[in-house]
């Protein structure tokens, strides 16, 4: 079962990064018009700078988003890498859906401060209390704050695109060693009309690596009212964990 495999922080980080922080962001540093990273003039760490901002920019004005995705991940205990597929629905400020279709039928909704984890073909689900674990995904990810806070946290490497079409890539390695006990590094991708990211690569401290690609992106459209609600059917076997606790 694939995504039994990753830890939580992975989803967490992922959703996160698509989507933006629920936290209120800082005041933007460009305020008559959206900050262009491939405007004339810009070099070093003012390019890098116009683009976190331009990425935060985008996520404020974000309500909703849905898009199909590809997992795949790698692992010493599998014999070769392993693809899941399905769609991902976002809400704003914190509510979102991964329906992990294909191979294995798996609903994981995370409402606020609870995610739930349905293995629906093993009548099995998993309630995690996230809340403060969430609040160091967001504070450590950073992807919808300053740039200042994101180099806190992160050593920052860029790729430009150097055609049309090609994305922006963001290079993230932890600075501290409380982030590198879980986390090796992380690359994103950004779309570079949309600017939002549009594939994740999460290496995990034991070298364990999951990749996420997104296509068909829709933002702002209308999702159904029941899409971040899970009627778990009879039968189903829950399990309560609470991460700040340990698991």
Do not use: C
Request: no cysteine; proline share 7%; net charge negative.
């Amino acid at each position: 079962m694939i995504a039994m495999r990753r830890p939580p922080v992975a989803v967490l980080a992922v959703a996160l990064a698509l989507a933006g922080s629920a936290a209120p962001a800082a005041a933007p540093r460009f305020r008559d018009v959206p900050p262009d990273p491939a405007a004339p003039g810009l070099e070093g760490r003012a390019r890098l700078e116009a683009l976190v901002e331009r990425v935060r920019h985008e996520q404020q004005g974000l309500e909703t988003l849905e898009a199909r995705f590809v997992q795949r991940q790698e692992s010493s205990m599998l014999l070769e890498p392993e693809e899941s597929s399905g769609t991902f629905s976002y809400s704003a400020p914190d509510r979102v859906r991964w329906e992990y279709t294909a191979p294995n039928p798996i609903s994981v909704v995370i409402d606020g401060e609870q995610m739930t984890t349905w293995y629906r073909d093993l009548d099995r689900a998993e309630e995690l209390a996230i809340g403060r674990y969430s609040a160091q995904v967001f504070k450590y990810l950073g992807a919808s704050g300053s740039l200042d806070a994101l180099l806190e946290y992160f050593t920052v490497t860029a790729r430009f695109p150097g055609k049309a079409g090609d994305p922006y890539v963001l290079v993230l390695d932890p600075r501290y060693e409380r982030i590198a006990k879980r986390l090796e590094s992380m690359t994103l991708w950004i779309d570079a009309e949309r600017f939002l990211p549009v594939r994740l690569r999460y290496v995990a401290a034991d070298g364990d690596v999951t990749e996420y690609r997104f296509e068909d992106l829709e933002v702002n459209g209308e999702l159904p009212a029941d899409r971040f609600e899970l009627q778990l059917t009879d039968g189903v076997a829950v399990r309560r964990v609470d991460l700040g606790r340990g698991r």
